[in-house]
C-alpha cells in the first residue's frame, strides 16, 4: 500500500522524556498526568475519549515499556507507547496533537521508539497506527527493517 505524504512544515525543537513503564502506580500516574494535560491542549472531547481508549491498555497492564513524551516548550507535543514481550515489541500508541502535525513529531516519536525496543532485543515488532501519517512513517520504517515490522492499519482513528 503506497501513502501519498503530507506536506512537512518546518520541523520544531523538541525534547522527549521517557517514563519506564513497569506495572507500578508511580509510573502509571505519570503517565495519566501527561493525558490529562493533552485533554486541557486538545479541547476536544471527542478526539479524548480516543485518546484515552487508545492508550487505555497502556495504563491498566503489567508489561514492560517506555512511555515517550515530546515536549515543546511547555506543550506536549507528542506521546508513543512501547512495550516488550520476551523477544517481541509493538508500538502501542503514537498520538500527536493537530497542532503539531507534519512538524517530524511523529517521525522522532517512531524512531525513538525503535531505538528502545531494538536495545532490548526483539526480533519482531508490531504496530497498530490509527492515521495516515502514522502509517507513512511505519511503512517507510518497513523499509529499512525489511521483515522486522508488522503492523496493522485501523483507519483514521482521530478523525470525525
Known amino acids: 500500500m503506497s501513502i501519498e505524504g503530507a506536506p512537512q512544515q518546518e520541523k520544531i525543537k523538541i525534547d522527549i522524556d ?4 513497569r506495572g507500578n502506580d508511580e509510573d502509571l500516574e505519570s503517565m ?6 493533552l485533554r486541557q491542549q486538545i479541547n476536544d472531547e471527542w478526539k479524548y475519549e ?7 491498555g497502556s495504563l491498566n497492564t503489567n508489561y514492560t515499556g517506555e512511555f515517550f513524551v515530546a515536549r515543546s516548550g511547555e506543550e506536549i507535543a507528542g ?8 523477544e517481541k515489541g509493538e508500538l502501542k500508541a503514537i498520538f500527536v496533537p493537530e497542532d503539531f502535525r507534519n512538524k517530524g513529531i511523529g517521525q522522532t516519536l517512531t524512531e525513538e521508539t525503535m531505538r528502545y525496543l ?3 532485543g526483539v526480533s519482531k515488532i508490531n504496530a497498530s497506527v490509527t492515521s495516515p501519517g502514522a502509517l507513512r512513517i511505519i511503512e517507510g ?3 529499512r ?3 522486522l515490522i508488522e503492523f ?5 482513528y482521530f478523525s470525525h
Open 79 to 86: 506521546v508513543a507507547v512501547a512495550s516488550i514481550d520476551g
Open 118 to 120: 531494538l536495545a532490548h
Open 152 to 156: 496493522v492499519y485501523h483507519g483514521d
Open 141 to 143: 520504517l518497513k523499509e
Open 18 to 21: 521517557t517514563v519506564p513503564l
Open 145 to 147: 527493517y525489511p521483515g
Open 32 to 37: 495519566k498526568s501527561v493525558i490529562n494535560t
Open 50 to 56: 480516543r485518546l484515552l481508549f487508545a492508550f487505555g
